[in-house]
């Protein structure tokens, strides 16, 4: 039982490149989440799911698109990346109240 | 709206010391949820508790103690006899229910805790 995984653990992109952010959970849980931790502060809701094949923005939404075609992965992508999207990023997936986290990927963008 | 605001942002103590985090909290839901998390120097995030609004009672876990107070909406969180593994930092956090967007938790900006020896 992995819980939440995420791919890749590290990654560093020009501005304007794409890429996209996977996060795989085994645990059969509906909701799934994508966050981002930036220096001082507390982690803030990019995008979320309350099930296969529906996404829902969160509180910080420009730059990001998702898809949820599989319950089991979220996908985040950057169309095209700019340096305020350096960041980590954690993906996170929830059965009722309990947000099991994973454990992160570091993005910079130069 | 919903906020969370942990005023320390950075403590020092000494090993064996008690240390109190401090979690104030705004919302107008009457269901919610709150939590801490642990976020040790290698980035992953622990979770350390979960409240629900309809249970104030104060929970000990081992160091760990919780205060949970409805009237003045915080949530504080103690260590006592601290060590320097506790060295971290502490988020506090907010959830609607699951029906309210998602349960999207918010975050508070961290407290961050050293421990020194």
């Known amino acids: 039982n992995a819980g939440v995984t995420q791919t890749p653990k590290f990654r560093v992109l020009k501005t304007g490149q794409s890429m996209t952010l996977l996060c795989a959970q085994d645990m059969n849980h509906e909701y799934m989440y994508w966050y981002r931790q930036d220096p001082g502060m507390g982690l803030r809701l990019i995008h979320y799911?309350?099930?296969?094949?529906?996404?829902a923005k969160g509180e910080v939404p420009d730059g990001y698109n998702v898809s949820r075609l599989k319950k089991q992965n979220f996908l985040l992508g950057l169309e095209s990346a700019a340096p305020s999207q350096t960041s980590v990023y954690f993906c996170?997936?929830?059965?009722?109240?309990?947000?099991?986290f994973g454990p992160g990927t570091r993005l910079t963008v130069t | 709206a919903q906020k969370v605001t942990q005023a320390q942002t950075e403590i020092s103590v000494v090993e064996k010391e008690d240390v109190t985090l401090d979690c104030v909290y705004e919302t107008r839901d009457t269901t919610y949820y709150l939590f801490w998390y642990k976020q040790p120097p290698s980035g992953e995030l622990v979770f350390l508790i979960r409240?629900?609004?309809?249970?104030?009672q104060n929970e000990i876990s081992g160091r760990y103690s919780w205060n949970f107070q409805k009237s003045t909406s915080s949530f504080n969180f103690t260590i006592t006899a601290s060590q320097v593994v506790d060295s971290a930092v502490y988020f506090c956090?907010?959830?609607?229910?699951?029906?309210?967007?998602?349960?999207?938790?918010?975050f508070g900006q961290g407290t961050e805790l050293s421990v020194k020896p």
């Open positions: 799911s309350v099930g296969e094949g529906t996404t």
């Open positions: 409240r629900n609004s309809f249970d104030e």
């Open positions: 996170a997936s929830s059965y009722i109240s309990e947000q099991y």
């Open positions: 956090a907010l959830s609607a229910p699951i029906y309210n967007q998602g349960g999207k938790l918010i």
